[in-house]
C-alpha cells in the first residue's frame, strides 16, 4: 500500500512540474499580487509594514487555489480515477496523496517565498516567522477544503467550472469607446489564468483589430457571437449578425455567393452589421462588403489586395480568428464543438453566475423521425444548417432555411407562436414567402399552433427537441399537413 501511495505522489509531482503542469502559476500569481499592493499603497512604509502580513495570507490563499479545480479533471479524463478505484489503496488516502502532491507543487514553495516577500514589504521579522507558521497550518487545510470541491465538481457532468471558490484572473486590453449605450464605460479583458486556447473567440488574445475605429461593448459582443456561428458552418459560408442574433447566414461553392445569398436573408436589418466568414476575404469579396455599412468582419484572413480595397472604409473594424477556415470537425471523444458562447459567466441581481457554455455538438444521425414521411435529402440538409443556426438565436427563437439559405428568424419572442409568425413574416417579405422551406425550433411547441402558423405558410419539416405534454398534438398536425417532425432530444435555449 506505501508504495502505491507513493506511486501516486510520484506521478503527481511529475505532472506537476512538467511543462505546462501549472505548478508555476501559483508562484507567478503569489509575486504579482505581493509586487503589486506597494505601487497600489504608494510609498507608505508603515502602511505597508501593517498591512504586510495579510497581503502575504490573502495573496497565498489565492495562489493555493488556483488549478484545485483540475486536481481530479485530468485523471478523470484519461481514466486514471477507474483505476483508482481498483488500486489497493483507501480512496481517502488516494485522495491524500494527491492533495500532498499538490500541496508540494503549489503550497510549499509560496512559504519558501513568503519570507523573502515579507522582507520587501517591511513586514517585521517576528511577524514573518507567524505568517510563515500560519501558512504550514493554512495552506494544507486549503487544499484539502479544494479537493473537496474537485471531487464534487468532477462527479457533476459538464461541471468543470462549478467549484467552490473561483479565482478569475483578468487584465485589461483596452477601454473601449463605450459599454452597451454611448453613456455607459466599459472595458475588455482577458484571461491570464492560461493561454488562448483553440476554442476560444477571436478576443481571447487580446489582439487589436487589422483596421478599423476603437471597438464597442457591442462590436465584442455581436462579433464573438459572429464567430460562434460561423464556426458551425460548412464550406465557404458567411453569416450576418444584427444583437448577436443572425439576420441572414448561407452555405455555397464560393465566399461571394455565400456573402450575396447572405444579405439577400434580410438586407434591412443587414445594415450595420457584423459579418463573420469561413474563408480568407480576397478583393472582389473586399468590394462586395463596402457596397454597406458595417460594423466589423471577422475572417480567417485577409488577402492585401483585400486590405487595399477595404481601407476605403477606414471605421469598418477587420478581425482575424484563423479557426474559421476549419470546418466543423466530427464531434470530438468529449461531443463538444470548437465554439466559444456568449454568457457562461455573468452578473445577474448581484450574484455572479457560471455556466458551462452550450457547447455540446448536435448529430443529426441521432435524430429520430417521428412522422410517417422522413425528410428528404434536401430537407435533411436545411434541417441540419437550421438547427445549427437556431442554437445562436435568442429564445424563444425559429428560423426558416431553404436551399442552405436563412430565410426567415424569430428571435427573442415571449411565446413561441410569436416567433413563428415573426419568421414567417420575414420570409414572406423578402423571400416571396416561407413555402418549401423547413423549421427549427430551439425548445418544444406547448402547443399545436405554432407549427400550424408555419405549416400553414408552407413548410414542409421541421426539427425540434420535443419533450412537450402535448407533443402527440404537435405530431397529428403534422401529419395532417405530410410534413416531417424531427426530434433531437436537446434544447438551445438563449438569453
Given at each position: 500500500?506505501?508504495a502505491a501511495l507513493a506511486a501516486i505522489l510520484k506521478r503527481d509531482l511529475r505532472l506537476a512540474f512538467r511543462a505546462g503542469g501549472g505548478a508555476g502559476i501559483g508562484v507567478i500569481f503569489f509575486l504579482a499580487v505581493v509586487t503589486i499592493v506597494p505601487f497600489a499603497v504608494g510609498p507608505d512604509l508603515p502602511l505597508l509594514?501593517?498591512?504586510?502580513?495579510?497581503?502575504?495570507?490573502?495573496?497565498?490563499?489565492?495562489?493555493?487555489?488556483?488549478?484545485?479545480?483540475?486536481?481530479?479533471?485530468?485523471d478523470h479524463e484519461d481514466g486514471s480515477l477507474d483505476l483508482l478505484f481498483l488500486a489497493p489503496v483507501p480512496l481517502v488516502l488516494a485522495a491524500a496523496a494527491k492533495a500532498l502532491a499538490h500541496w508540494i507543487a503549489t503550497g510549499l514553495p509560496l512559504i519558501v517565498m513568503a519570507p523573502i516577500l515579507g522582507l520587501m514589504?517591511?513586514?517585521?521579522?517576528?511577524?514573518?516567522?507567524?505568517?510563515?507558521?500560519?501558512?504550514?497550518?493554512?495552506?494544507?487545510?486549503?487544499?484539502?477544503?479544494?479537493?473537496?470541491?474537485?471531487?464534487?465538481?468532477?462527479?457533476?457532468?459538464?461541471?468543470?467550472?462549478?467549484?467552490?471558490?473561483?479565482?478569475?484572473?483578468?487584465?485589461?486590453?483596452?477601454?473601449?469607446?463605450?459599454?452597451?449605450?454611448?453613456?455607459?464605460?466599459?472595458?475588455?479583458?482577458?484571461?491570464?489564468?492560461?493561454?488562448?486556447?483553440?476554442?476560444?473567440?477571436?478576443?481571447?488574445?487580446?489582439?487589436?483589430?487589422?483596421?478599423?475605429?476603437?471597438?464597442?461593448?457591442n462590436n465584442v459582443l455581436d462579433a464573438s457571437a459572429a464567430t460562434a456561428i460561423a464556426r458551425q458552418l460548412r464550406g465557404p459560408a458567411c453569416v450576418i449578425v444584427k444583437h448577436t442574433n443572425p439576420c441572414g447566414a448561407a452555405e455555397r461553392a464560393t465566399l461571394l455567393d455565400a456573402w450575396t445569398a447572405a444579405l439577400?436573408?434580410?438586407?434591412?436589418?443587414?445594415?450595420?452589421?457584423?459579418?463573420?466568414?469561413?474563408?480568407?476575404?480576397?478583393?472582389?469579396?473586399?468590394?462586395?462588403?463596402?457596397?454597406?455599412?458595417?460594423?466589423?468582419?471577422?475572417?480567417?484572413?485577409?488577402?492585401?489586395?483585400?486590405?487595399?480595397?477595404?481601407?476605403?472604409?477606414?471605421?469598418?473594424?477587420?478581425?482575424?480568428?484563423?479557426?474559421?477556415?476549419?470546418?466543423?470537425?466530427?464531434?470530438?471523444?468529449?461531443?463538444?464543438?470548437?465554439?466559444?458562447?456568449?454568457?457562461?459567466?455573468?452578473?445577474?441581481?448581484?450574484?455572479?453566475?457560471?455556466?458551462?457554455?452550450?457547447?455540446?455538438?448536435?448529430?443529426?444521425?441521432?435524430?429520430?423521425?417521428?412522422?410517417?414521411?422522413?425528410?428528404?435529402?434536401?430537407?435533411?440538409?436545411?434541417?441540419?444548417?437550421?438547427?445549427?443556426?437556431?442554437?445562436?438565436?435568442?429564445?424563444?427563437?425559429?428560423?426558416?432555411?431553404?436551399?442552405?439559405?436563412?430565410?426567415?428568424?424569430?428571435?427573442?419572442?415571449?411565446?413561441?407562436?410569436?416567433?413563428?409568425?415573426?419568421?414567417?413574416?420575414?420570409?414572406?417579405?423578402?423571400?416571396?414567402?416561407?413555402?418549401?422551406?423547413?423549421?427549427?425550433?430551439?425548445?418544444?411547441?406547448?402547443?399545436?399552433?405554432?407549427?400550424?402558423?408555419?405549416?400553414?405558410?408552407?413548410?414542409?419539416?421541421?426539427?425540434?427537441?420535443?419533450?412537450?405534454?402535448?407533443?402527440?398534438?404537435?405530431?397529428?398536425?403534422?401529419?395532417?399537413?405530410?410534413?416531417?417532425?424531427?426530434?433531437?432530444?436537446?434544447?438551445?435555449?438563449?438569453?
Open positions: 500500500m506505501n509594514k501593517r498591512i504586510g502580513p495579510a497581503v502575504l495570507w490573502i495573496g497565498a490563499l489565492l495562489a493555493s487555489l488556483l488549478g484545485l479545480e483540475r486536481i481530479f479533471a485530468a514589504l517591511g513586514v517585521d521579522p517576528r511577524a514573518l516567522a507567524a505568517v510563515t507558521a500560519t501558512l504550514l497550518a493554512g495552506t494544507p487545510a486549503v487544499t484539502f477544503i479544494g479537493l473537496l470541491a474537485g471531487a464534487l465538481a468532477v462527479t457533476l457532468p459538464r461541471s468543470g467550472l462549478l467549484v467552490a471558490v473561483l479565482v478569475l484572473p483578468l487584465e485589461k486590453v483596452e477601454t473601449l469607446r463605450y459599454g452597451e449605450n454611448p453613456h455607459q464605460a466599459a472595458a475588455r479583458y482577458r484571461r491570464t489564468d492560461r493561454a488562448p486556447r483553440e476554442t476560444d473567440g477571436p478576443f481571447a488574445a487580446g489582439t487589436p483589430p487589422l483596421q478599423g475605429k476603437a471597438l464597442s461593448y439577400a436573408g434580410d438586407p434591412e436589418a443587414a445594415f450595420g452589421g457584423v459579418v463573420a466568414v469561413t474563408r480568407p476575404v480576397d478583393a472582389e469579396l473586399a468590394a462586395a462588403l463596402t457596397s454597406l455599412f458595417l460594423e466589423v468582419v471577422v475572417a480567417p484572413a485577409f488577402e492585401p489586395a483585400a486590405l487595399g480595397v477595404l481601407a476605403a472604409k477606414p471605421n469598418l473594424r477587420l478581425v482575424l480568428d484563423p479557426r474559421l477556415a476549419d470546418d466543423p470537425a466530427a464531434p470530438r471523444v468529449d461531443g463538444r464543438l470548437t465554439v466559444d458562447y456568449l454568457g457562461s459567466v455573468r452578473s445577474a441581481g448581484g450574484a455572479i453566475l457560471v455556466g458551462a457554455p452550450d457547447d455540446l455538438a448536435d448529430d443529426p444521425t441521432e435524430w429520430v423521425t417521428l412522422s410517417s414521411r422522413a425528410p428528404t435529402a434536401a430537407e435533411s440538409a436545411d434541417l441540419d444548417l437550421a438547427w445549427r443556426l437556431v442554437r445562436s438565436v435568442v429564445s424563444n427563437a425559429i428560423v426558416l432555411v431553404r436551399d442552405g439559405q436563412l430565410v426567415g428568424l424569430g428571435s427573442g419572442q415571449v411565446s413561441r407562436v410569436d416567433a413563428c409568425r415573426q419568421a414567417v413574416a420575414k420570409a414572406e417579405r423578402f423571400h416571396g414567402g416561407a413555402r418549401g422551406s423547413v423549421a427549427a425550433s430551439d425548445a418544444f411547441f406547448p402547443f399545436a399552433d405554432g407549427p400550424e402558423v408555419l405549416m400553414g405558410a408552407g413548410v414542409t419539416a421541421i426539427v425540434q427537441p420535443g419533450g412537450s405534454v402535448r407533443d402527440a398534438e404537435v405530431l397529428a398536425a403534422a401529419e395532417t399537413r405530410g410534413a416531417a417532425m424531427v426530434i433531437t432530444a436537446r434544447r438551445h435555449f438563449r438569453h
